[in-house]
């Protein structure tokens, strides 16, 4: 995890996981059984919890916080600081609500950032990319990329990309509407170890893409 600016101490299951010192499968454990309670915010399909709702699950002699563990999170956050209640936190946001304010499709705004055509992500949580979302309109203005005023309030009144129900039933499944999948590609390895890895971002990307309209992907290897 790492962090750019001063950024709210969030914390996924992976930073969770950390600093109690168990697998990550274990505070999902916690999650599931109401040790830990539902997430202080959902961004972009992703649940996170603050820091004093992550600490206030330990119980001395059974569940207790690695001191070591928590400085050395802190210190990943230049001026990182303590936010206690939900309704305090600044507006962030991920890769899922980014495309909402250009009017885009998620692998367009992947591939801004795998270009390097969009503001580096404030913090990564849990693997995640995070954005204030004033970091995300000062790049717009910067590129003078136009934003659309309603997603900015969709997002100021809270909306965001919410957790996908798992174990879905197969009826539920095929009712699925799909959307125009994006335009057929092809990927080929650049001559550089760098270039073959953006590579394959932005083909992880155009199958999750495609999945995501509803359709399936079939890989051909060129010969």
Same mark, same amino acid.
Request: proline share 8%; aromatic share 8%.
């Given at each position: ?24 499968? /274990? ?98 949580i849990s693997g995640s990319p995070l ?9 717009? #203005? ?30 539920? /499944? #095929? ?8 335009t057929s590609r092809s990927f080929s390895?650049? #001559? ?15 199958v999750a893409e495609a999945l995501r ?11």
């Open positions: 995890m790492a962090a750019t600016k001063r950024f709210p101490f969030l914390l996924g299951h992976a930073e969770i996981a950390s600093l109690y010192s168990v697998e990550r499968q /274990t505070s999902q454990l916690w999650k599931t059984r109401g040790v830990l309670k539902d997430p202080d915010a959902v961004i972009s399909g992703n649940p996170y919890w603050l820091l004093p709702s992550v600490q206030a699950i330990a119980v001395k002699g059974e569940r207790e916080v690695d001191p070591a563990r928590l400085k050395e999170y802190k210190q990943q956050f230049d001026g990182g600081y303590v936010v206690s209640d939900p309704d305090d936190l600044p507006d962030v946001i991920g890769l899922k609500e980014i495309p909402w304010l250009f009017g885009k499709k998620y692998m367009d705004v992947y591939q801004w950032r795998v270009r390097s055509s969009l503001a580096p992500e404030d913090a990564t954005w204030l979302l004033q970091t995300v309109l000062d790049d717009a #203005e910067a590129r003078k990329r136009p934003v659309l005023p309603e997603a900015i309030d969709r997002i100021r009144a809270g909306e965001r990309e919410q957790i996908k129900p798992r174990g879905r039933k197969k009826a539920e /499944t #095929e009712a699925v509407s799909r959307t125009a999948p994006p390895p650049g #001559e550089k170890a760098e270039q073959t890895e953006a590579v394959i971002e932005e083909a992880a990307a155009f309209c509803g359709h399936s992907v079939t890989v051909r290897p060129k010969r």
